[in-house]
């Protein structure tokens, strides 16, 4: 701003400018006007527009961006309200409700962008991935097109499984930026989520294809920025993974070895570092240096999903390695104490930080790359449990078969309503059988979600997974060991054949209301099926039957209706 008459300097005379005007005393004599024009100068700043001689001229140039360690290091670098910084550190649990009502209060448009960002990311540490897309349409203009909400956006609407969503919001920010790590790492995850949906369903062509297509954004995430060896430690999961096994990998190996030796050397290591040289060592056959890597990841924990999502890595490592004939049990041990750090994080979530330094915002809001993880200053409120919840439902129906009951298409579909209903229940605990299909997709859904779970095998677990597991096409076999990993087993050990599986609903049933009456709760059941009973020897509805004689709640989700079609309402039969 400047009054008219005045002479600017050389350097800045080319640069937008407002005048005001003055009278001969010096007294303004436009007031109302200059403060209209301020006012509204200020109300367009909210929607900018290119300011830049040079990207005015080189339109397809890409606009400098800080992409590394963003969310890592976002909070490190705000200077914020402490009222609210408070209250998101304190409410920063697994529960969506206390963010709710921090964001009802707020206008989002003009509140400080340093809370707004910190209140998305705080959606992510409480995997309230829709709070998440929900924000991002409150937002400035400025603040939803920066490349931290842009990315992190495309990462929550994977976790929504609305991945061609999160794939355009991606892709796009690549044509319009270049490639990062960062976002080709999310990219990557993206694609590998597709592929695991589609090996799931049976779908080998789709499920080869996007491998193919994570493989290639994770490397193309590497060769955009050697320091970050975060994508390329995923591709060569993945290439250990394909069939056969891609010999790209002998190559990449002691590239990303030395790049994450070198990150770890000039810089404070963090989980990831710790993490990622974990992996590589596995990778490599390594036990002495994986053990080691272990040892120092365990203590830089800051968040349980950190240790779970290494595990689940690992854990596709270890089977196809299995497959091959290799040694594994190493590698198990590993991702057995993975987890069990993730279930100590879960119940002790204090970390000691030291606190956050205090600086401009404006010099920091070119960071805005990398999602953070959160100093918990506050212990997580008590609360009434919720229901156990108990299962059973159909197994994916088998190739060829010519009665539909579930198909592998639906697989998906039915993955979703499970996660949905779970975020709206929250279970005390989960208990079910482990066979392919229904009983995997709610045990996976409940261990992305913390969820305390029970399994009950009517036989020994290798025969199981024979007879009721990996009969069926999907790769099911994972998920069955991984739900073996993370849930409390009890093997039961009952007559083979109908008699068995008939025997095994009701010992479900009992050992739920056995938890529920431990945890003073309730019991609801949860039927996965047809809607339809093929005849007195079919078992989801004999449980169904068995659930509706002890009065339970009731909810069903159905294998063959459309992807927009509700899960059903609870039906309490003791008030019918």
Not at 15 to 40: C, F, I, K, N
Not at 206 to 222: D, E, N, T, W
Not at 284 to 295: C, H, I, V, Y
């Amino acid at each position: 701003m400047s009054c008219r008459g005045m002479r600017l300097p050389f350097d800045i005379a080319s640069l937008y400018l407002m005048r005001y005007a003055l009278d001969a005393s010096g007294s303004p004599t436009t007031v109302e006007a200059d403060r209209d024009a301020v006012r509204s100068r200020l109300v367009a700043c909210k929607n900018p527009v290119e300011d830049s001689p040079l990207f005015q001229l080189l339109t397809d140039w890409p606009r400098p961006d800080i992409t590394r360690l963003k969310t890592d290091t976002f909070r490190e670098s705000m200077d914020y309200s402490q009222k609210y910084k408070a209250r998101l550190a304190a409410d920063r649990d697994k529960r969506p409700e206390p963010l709710s009502q921090i964001e009802s209060e707020l206008d989002i448009p003009t509140t400080d962008p340093a809370i707004v960002i910190d209140l998305f990311l705080s959606h992510r540490a409480a995997e309230n991935w829709s709070g998440m897309v929900d924000l991002v349409s409150k937002m400035s203009f400025l603040l939803a097109r920066s490349v931290l909400v842009r990315e992190q956006t495309g990462s929550a609407l994977n976790r929504l499984a609305r991945r061609k969503e999160g794939e355009e919001v991606l892709l796009k920010l690549i044509e319009e930026r270049g490639p990062s790590s960062e976002t080709n790492g999310i990219l990557g995850r993206v694609y590998k989520d597709s592929w695991k949906d589609n090996r799931r369903s049976g779908n080998a062509t789709a499920a080869i294809r996007y491998l193919r297509k994570a493989i290639s954004a994770y490397v193309q995430g590497f060769e955009a920025d050697w320091r970050d060896a975060y994508p390329d430690v995923n591709t060569l999961t993945l290439m250990e993974i394909n069939e056969p096994l891609d010999p790209r990998q002998a190559e990449l190996l002691p590239v990303v070895h030395y790049s994450v030796k070198r990150r770890r050397a000039t810089k404070r290591p963090d989980y990831w570092d710790h993490a990622a040289l974990l992996e590589l060592a596995v990778l490599d056959k390594d036990r002495p240096q994986a053990e080691s890597a272990l040892a120092d990841a365990i203590p830089a924990i800051r968040e349980s999903w950190e240790p779970r999502s290494t595990a689940n890595n690992l854990g596709m490592i270890r089977e196809k390695r299995s497959e091959r004939g290799g040694d594994v049990d190493w590698i198990l041990k590993i991702e057995t104490s993975l987890e069990q750090a993730a279930r100590a994080k879960d119940i002790h979530p204090l970390i000691s930080e030291p606190p956050l330094d205090r600086r401009n915002f404006i010099s920091s809001l070119a960071a805005f790359t990398l999602t953070g993880l959160w100093p918990l200053t506050a212990a997580k409120e008590k609360k009434a449990p919720g229901p156990v919840l108990v299962e059973a439902g159909r197994r994916v129906d088998p190739p060829g078969a010519t009665v539909h009951r579930f198909p592998p298409q639906n697989v998906a579909n039915v993955q979703k309503k499970i996660e949905e209903l779970l975020r709206t229940q929250m279970p005390a605990a989960i208990v079910s059988s482990a066979a392919c299909g229904a009983d995997l997709l709610l045990l996976e859904a409940a261990n992305n979600l913390h969820l305390p779970c029970y399994v009950l095998l009517p036989s020994e677990p290798e025969e199981f997974r024979q007879s009721s597991v990996t009969d069926r096409p999907g790769g099911w076999g994972k998920l069955y060991t991984q739900a073996l990993h993370t849930s409390k087993v009890e093997i039961l050990k009952l007559p083979k054949g109908q008699q068995g599986y008939l025997e095994t609903n009701i010992r479900l049933l009992d050992r739920a209301q056995a938890l529920a009456e431990q945890e003073h709760t309730s019991v609801n059941a949860l039927v996965v099926w047809n809607r339809e009973s093929r005849g007195p020897d079919d078992v989801t509805a004999h449980f169904l039957e068995q659930a509706k004689l002890r009065k339970l709640m009731i909810f069903e989700i159905s294998t063959l209706e459309p992807p927009n079609h509700e899960t059903s309402i609870g039906r309490n039969y003791e008030q019918r």
